[in-house]
C-alpha cells in the first residue's frame, strides 16, 4: 500500500487509469441495453472474436488494437445481418465464435514475437497502455459515446417494447445492426483492459448490479456506469497497491463485489418493504 503514490505518480499508472475511466463509461453506457435486448451471450461472443482479429493485427502490422477493432466489426455486422430474430442470435453467435476462434488459434501459431504480447490480447495489458493506444482509446470511446446518444431514444424505445416500436416506425434491424457495431466498439476497448475472456465484468456485470436497484432507465444507465467506473477504476488501484495481482483479476472482483452488494440490498429492500405495510 505504501507503494500507491509512488505508482500513481508514474506515467504508465496515470496511462493505466484513464484507460480504466474511458472503458469503464462505454460500457456502462450501453450495459443496460444487453441485459434488456438479452444479448449477454453476444457479448462474450463479440468478446472472443476479438481474438482473431487481435492475432491478424499482430501478424499484418503489429498492432493487435486495430486488428481486435476490425475484426469485432466484421464479427458483429455479421452476427447483426445473420440473426436478426432473438431465437436465431445464439445460434448464429456459436457458429462464427467456434470458426473465429479455430482462426485465432491458426493466425497466433504464425506469431512468433514475445509471448507477453500475444497473451494480452486474452488477459489483457492495461499497464503496457501507451500514448498510441490511449489516444485511440480516446477515440474509440468518444466515437462510441456519441453514437450512443444518438441511437438513446430509438433504441430504448425498440429495446422495451419492439412491436409498438416497429408499428411507429423504428427501423428494428438498423437499429439492432447500428448497436452491435457499438458494442463492437465498447468490447474493443474493454479488452485492453480484462482481456477479451473477462470482458463480461464490464459490459454485463455493473449493468446487472444497477437493474437490481431500479427499474427508471436513466438511473440504471447512471448507475451501471457509476458501478463499472468502481471496479475499473478501484481493480486497478488495488492492484497497484498489492503489487502481485493482476489488474484483470481485481476488476472483476470489485465487478463482481457490487453485484452481490446490489442483490444483497435488493433483496432487504423487497423483504422490509412487505413487513412495513
Do not use: W
Not at 86 to 93: C, G, H, K, M, Q
Amino acid at each position: 500500500m505504501n507503494n500507491l503514490p509512488f505508482y500513481l505518480s508514474q506515467p504508465f499508472a496515470q496511462h493505466a487509469l484513464l484507460a480504466a475511466a474511458i472503458v469503464a463509461i462505454i460500457c456502462g453506457f450501453i450495459g443496460p441495453f444487453v441485459i434488456m435486448r438479452g444479448m449477454a451471450f453476444a457479448v462474450h461472443g463479440t468478446s472472443e472474436l476479438a481474438f482473431p482479429g487481435a492475432a491478424a493485427g499482430l501478424l499484418i502490422a503489429n498492432n493487435p488494437l486495430a486488428g481486435a477493432l476490425v475484426g469485432t466489426l466484421v464479427f458483429a455486422t455479421i452476427i447483426g445481418l445473420l440473426g436478426v430474430r432473438e431465437r436465431e442470435r445464439d445460434s448464429v453467435i456459436g457458429v462464427i465464435l467456434a470458426f473465429g476462434l479455430g482462426m485465432g488459434v491458426l493466425l497466433l501459431s504464425f506469431y512468433h514475437g514475445f509471448a507477453a504480447e500475444a497473451t494480452s490480447i486474452l488477459f489483457g495489458n492495461i499497464f503496457g497502455a501507451g500514448n498510441g493506444q490511449l489516444l485511440a482509446l480516446v477515440l474509440i470511446g468518444a466515437g462510441a459515446t456519441l453514437a450512443m446518444l444518438i441511437l438513446y431514444r430509438p433504441l430504448l424505445f425498440a429495446s422495451v417494447d419492439p412491436d409498438v416500436a416497429e408499428a411507429r416506425g423504428v427501423p428494428l434491424r438498423l437499429v439492432g445492426l447500428l448497436f452491435l457495431l457499438i458494442l463492437a466498439f465498447a468490447v474493443t476497448e474493454a479488452a485492453q483492459i480484462v482481456g477479451t475472456l473477462l470482458v463480461l465484468s464490464l459490459a454485463i456485470t455493473p449493468a446487472a448490479a444497477a437493474q437490481r436497484l431500479s427499474a427508471r432507465p436513466i438511473m440504471v444507465t447512471t448507475l451501471s456506469i457509476l458501478f463499472a467506473l468502481i471496479a475499473s477504476v478501484g481493480g486497478l488501484l488495488v492492484s497497484l497497491a498489492n503489487g502481485r495481482l493482476k489488474a484483470s483479476v481485481c476488476i472483476t472482483f470489485v465487478s463482481f463485489g457490487i453485484y452481490l452488494a446490489a442483490r444483497v440490498f435488493s433483496y432487504r429492500s423487497s423483504q422490509a418493504g412487505p413487513s412495513r405495510a
